[in-house]
């Protein structure tokens, strides 16, 4: 592993090692296959695009049947009243009466997952958790609880394992951390 890398304008350092993510991944698929194991076929649905790494490793160590999908939330300019509009796209599994486990890469203010969990809602899933693989408690700033994370960092950038810093570093197995 580099201890070091450039991606566009800005250099990183390495901060958690790939066995690190491992553990941590191992973790809070044991504390899912504990609390679902007597619900019926839960659903995992990632969002799209930097969940898809964690998803791919969280979901091996899944004890229980269970479904996947994959969602986007889409930006469009709505109109001068609503301004940025965000919509669901990519849920073509009916979600009613289901157990939605919400699969993201990183919370950190809220604002994502919130309307995430909105949009979710409109359609009576019978419950919906998030399960995250970063969180950062010092930026949070939403009500919603979010069960399950992995991993809880300060309010530093990072990249790798599927996050990107303007589209590159997704395929990175470590994260690393932008230097100032
Ligand atoms: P929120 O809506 O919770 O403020 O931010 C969520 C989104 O911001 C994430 O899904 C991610 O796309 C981006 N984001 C927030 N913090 C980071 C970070 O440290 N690194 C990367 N690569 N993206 C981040
Ligand atoms: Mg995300």
New binding site residues.
């Given amino acids: 592993m580099e201890e070091t890398i450039t991606l566009h304008d800005k250099k990183f350092r390495i901060m958690i090692p790939a066995e690190k993510i491992d553990e941590a991944v191992s973790a809070v698929a044991a504390r899912i296959n504990a609390d679902y194991a007597d619900k019926q076929t839960p659903l995992f649905v990632g969002?799209l695009n930097?969940s898809f790494m964690f998803m791919s490793d969280l979901i091996k160590k899944i004890e229980f049947q269970n479904e996947l999908s994959f969602v986007k939330l889409a930006s469009y300019e709505g109109t001068a009243s609503t301004g940025e509009v965000k919509s669901l796209i990519g849920l073509n599994t009916p979600i009613e009466g289901r157990h939605v486990i919400i699969v993201?890469?990183?919370?950190?203010?809220?604002?994502?997952?919130?309307?995430m969990i909105g949009e979710l809602e409109r359609h009576h899933p019978a419950s919906i958790a998030v399960c995250t693989l970063?969180f950062?408690p010092g930026?949070?700033r939403k009500q919603r609880q979010i069960k399950y994370r992995a991993m809880e960092?300060g309010n530093?950038?990072?990249?790798g394992y599927g996050?990107?810093?303007d589209q590159l570093?997704r395929s990175l197995k470590d994260i690393y951390v932008v230097t100032e």
């Fill in positions: 969002v930097g993201e890469d990183i919370v950190d203010t809220g604002e994502s997952i919130d309307h970063f950062k930026s949070y960092i530093e950038f990072i990249v996050l990107d810093y570093g």
